[in-house]
C-alpha cells in the first residue's frame, strides 16, 4: 500500500505460500507478502513498533473509497506541510510515496518528479486494492510480545548489517530474536541480507532497490522451516 525500506513488493511471489490459515508479520513496514496475490484473503496480523506504520495501517483499514479519491495528487514543487486539509496519517502516507524508502514520513516534505509519479501510481493502487485489508489485525506491539499461534510467520526485520536506517529498530539483540524466531508455531519465513549470520539463511534471490537516484542490486537470504517441519521437532 506504500513505500518503504526494504520492502519485499517485487519478490513476493517468489515468497513460499503460506502453509496456514493465519500470516503474522511482525516487522510489518508496507506488507507486501501479505499484500500479494490471495494472501490476504487470509487471516493477516500486521504488528509494527514504528508509530507512523502503525497508525497508517489503521488509517488505510478504515478509511473509505470517497476519502481516499479526495486526497489531492502531488506535483513537482509542493510542500506537504502546506497542503491544508490532510489528517497526520494522510500527509505520512503521501510521504512513503513522495520519498521512496524512507522510514521517517515527518522528515519528508519537498515533492521530487519522482515523488509526484510515485503518489500517481499509488493512490490508484491503493484505491483499487484498501478492500483487502479491511479484516485484518494491526498491532503496535513488539515482536517478543506477539501471542505464539500457528501461522505462517513472515519475519522481515531491519537486517543485520543495515537496521541502524531505520526510524525504529526495536532488535536490541540478534541472538535473542533467532531463538524467538525458531520457537514460533508453524511455518517459518525470515528474511535477511548477504552479511547476517543469526540463522542458517541460504541464497533466495537478488532484489532491484528503488530509489530517486539509483537502482542497487542486493541479494536476499531466507530462511526457511514448512509446517512439516515445525510439527516433527
Request: aromatic share 14%.
Amino acid at each position: 500500500m506504500f513505500y518503504y525500506m526494504g520492502r519485499k513488493k517485487r519478490i513476493a511471489h517468489l515468497y513460499p505460500e503460506p502453509e496456514c490459515d493465519i500470516i503474522v508479520e511482525p516487522f510489518a513496514g508496507s506488507a507486501a507478502y501479505s499484500l500479494h496475490g490471495n494472501r490476504w484473503e487470509r487471516y493477516v496480523i500486521l504488528s509494527d513498533l514504528d508509530e507512523y506504520v502503525y497508525r497508517v495501517w489503521l488509517y488505510l483499514k478504515q478509511v473509505t473509497i470517497a476519502e481516499l479519491e479526495k486526497l489531492p495528487m502531488l506535483y513537482k514543487g509542493d510542500k506537504l506541510n502546506k497542503i491544508r486539509m490532510l489528517c497526520p496519517e494522510e500527509r505520512w502516507l503521501m510521504a512513503y510515496h513522495a520519498s521512496v524508502g524512507c522510514t521517517n514520513p515527518e522528515a519528508v516534505n519537498v515533492v521530487t518528479e519522482w515523488g509526484s509519479d510515485k503518489w500517481l501510481y499509488g493512490k490508484k493502487y491503493i484505491i483499487e486494492n484498501v478492500h483487502k485489508i479491511r479484516h485484518w489485525l494491526i498491532l503496535n506491539e513488539h515482536y517478543l510480545d506477539l501471542p505464539n499461534i500457528e501461522a505462517t510467520w513472515f519475519i522481515d526485520p531491519p537486517y543485520q548489517s543495515s537496521g541502524y536506517n531505520y526510524h525504529v529498530n526495536d532488535i536490541v539483540s540478534y541472538d535473542l530474536l533467532a531463538n524467538w524466531s525458531l520457537g514460533r508455531c508453524g511455518q517459518l519465513i525470515v528474511c535477511e541480507g548477504t552479511d547476517a549470520c543469526w540463522l542458517d539463511f541460504e541464497p533466495f534471490c537478488k532484489q532491484v532497490g528503488i530509489s530517486s537516484t539509483r537502482n542497487r542490486i542486493t541479494k536476499e537470504m531466507i530462511y526457511y522451516r514448512g509446517i512439516d517441519e515445525c510439527q516433527t521437532r
